[in-house]
């Protein structure tokens, strides 16, 4: 079945400082990718996200790009901020008719000032 | 736009009682989804609706957990009776079709003790 494993926090990392936080998958087919944010007290947002092989998503400054080879989608800013501070969920659909979504089980990210 | 609203946002009960949890999805929105997210775990979700036709209950424990969406709008998660491992906060979520984005509502906490 499909399956993300994302790398485990917490991640703690001072201001302006770059962030990596690591996700691999296994899936059927051809998924599209995402990367969820989801801030204290708050839903999941959508940050970003990638529908084929080689596709860069990007949002408020954070990337991932779709690498098929090593089934990997990583998310990456080149400086954080204090509220960045949130918890990131990668995650793929299964593709098809049907939306569905797995996710990782998450990694908080704190910044301090 | 209004986003997806769900009640109550908190609920503590005991073992064995049962509970209900509202959602109203964004409008216009034919796909709404219920998720479960334990502490410290990525969403799993329960059960999606298209329109008010269930897609996919796949995770959903039929035995105590259900799920009705009558008119097409709003949506109710029930359970009955609760158990210590139901508690988690339960997301919905909705999107415009069953390819589309899904946006989240913030959630609600359930305690079972």
């Known amino acids: 079945g499909n399956s993300v494993t994302q790398m485990e926090g917490p991640v703690t990392l001072s201001e302006e400082a770059f962030l990596t936080i690591n996700c691999t998958y296994t899936a059927t087919g051809y998924p599209s990718l995402f990367w969820y944010v989801q801030y204290p007290g708050e839903g999941l947002q959508l940050l970003l996200k990638?529908?084929?092989?080689?596709d860069k998503g990007s949002n408020k400054g954070f990337e991932a790009t779709y690498r098929k080879e090593t089934t990997s989608f990583h998310l990456e800013k080149g400086s954080v901020q204090v509220s960045d501070s949130a918890v990131y969920f990668c995650?793929?659909?299964?593709?098809?008719?049907?939306?569905?979504?797995?996710f990782g089980k998450g990694t908080l990210l704190t910044v301090n000032p | 736009e209004a986003g997806v609203a769900q009640s109550p946002r908190y609920k503590i009960i005991e073992k064995r009682q049962s509970v209900a949890f509202w959602c109203n999805p964004i409008s216009g929105h034919a796909t709404l989804y219920w998720y479960q997210q334990i502490l410290g775990q990525g969403p799993k979700l329960l059960i999606q609706?298209?329109?008010?036709?269930?897609?996919?209950d796949s995770q959903l424990p039929k035995d105590r957990f259900s799920a009705e969406r009558l008119k097409g709008v709003d949506s109710t998660l029930k359970i009955q009776p609760a158990k210590l491992e139901d508690s988690a906060v339960y997301l919905c979520?909705?999107?415009?079709?069953?390819?589309?984005?899904?946006?989240f509502g913030p959630g609600t906490r359930l305690l079972v003790l």
């Open positions: 995650a793929l659909n299964s593709g098809g008719s049907n939306y569905k979504l797995t």
């Open positions: 990638a529908t084929k092989a080689d």
């Open positions: 609706f298209q329109n008010n036709g269930v897609v996919d």
């Open positions: 979520a909705s999107s415009l079709d069953a390819l589309g984005t899904q946006y």
